[in-house]
């Protein structure tokens, strides 16, 4: 299985180009389109975003990740392997949360290219490749050298801040349900928001936080959208009040 989590956008030629690719160098494998719209530019949010979804694929998955404002320069392309998956994209801090949480990762710096390589589009030309090659059972050291990956200590464990908005104006943060106690109330937006467990459990307009399905922190509204009512966007700092 190979899963894409990218910010190319469904509109436009990106996704469906780097679509193509992988249905040329793995054909027959299964293709899940999983995030197309991940944080536009901004590896940061976005690793905390994909180490809470990568973790519902099995063992052998291969993850095609592409959030990549340094194309082109001097980072390097990385396949990184974590909890039985292996990841390839950009080494921008983009794989830093799921190496850290996993016993035992590796990684390696691709150093396979292919007969094009286009400076701007990476994830069609050399990534998409490189993750058909592995989805089809090539090991990563016949188009990698070991390596450590750039690492992001710095980084929190738990990131507070909004890392998505969902298609219904949900806010997505980068803590995990685990870093919080049930009855801590949150501060976003000027706003002070309680914990609720289910949409349900509050009137229709009123905000609340609760552990979404991927063990995430989500400030919601009921019947409404809570990136509009409380002002919140990605990089909107959350608080964790007394």
């Not at 519902?56 to 039985?84: K, M, N, S």
Request: hydrophobic letters at 45%.
């Amino acid at each position: 299985m190979i899963v894409l989590f990218t910010d190319f956008g469904l509109a436009g030629p990106y996704t469906g180009q780097v679509n193509a690719v992988l249905h040329e160098n793995a054909p027959g494998v299964p293709l899940i389109q999983l995030f197309a719209d991940a944080p536009a530019g901004q590896p940061k949010p976005a690793s905390y975003l994909l180490a809470a979804y990568a973790a519902w694929f099995p063992e052998g998955t291969v993850l095609l990740c592409v959030v990549d404002p340094g194309v082109g320069g001097a980072r390097r392309g990385l396949i990184a392997e974590a909890a039985g998956r292996r990841y390839v994209g950009p080494d921008n801090g983009l794989f830093e949360l799921v190496l850290r949480r996993a016993a035992n990762p590796c990684s390696w710096e691709i150093t396979w290219r292919p007969p094009a390589l286009s400076a701007s589009f990476h994830g069609r030309d050399l990534f998409a490749p490189v993750a058909g090659r592995l989805a089809r059972g090539e090991p990563p050291s016949a188009l990698a050298s070991r390596t450590a990956p750039r690492g992001y200590p710095d980084w929190p464990d738990d990131l507070a801040e909004i890392v998505y908005i969902d298609h219904f104006g949900n806010a997505l943060t980068g803590l995990r349900g685990e870093s919080l106690l049930p009855d801590a109330p949150l501060a976003a937006g000027g706003h002070r928001i309680a914990h609720a467990r289910t949409f349900s459990s509050v009137p229709r307009g009123a905000a609340f936080w609760y552990v979404n399905s991927n063990g995430l922190i989500e400030i919601a509204v009921n019947a409404g959208r809570a990136d509009r009512v409380l002002g919140l966007a990605i990089g909107s700092e959350i608080k964790i009040l007394a």
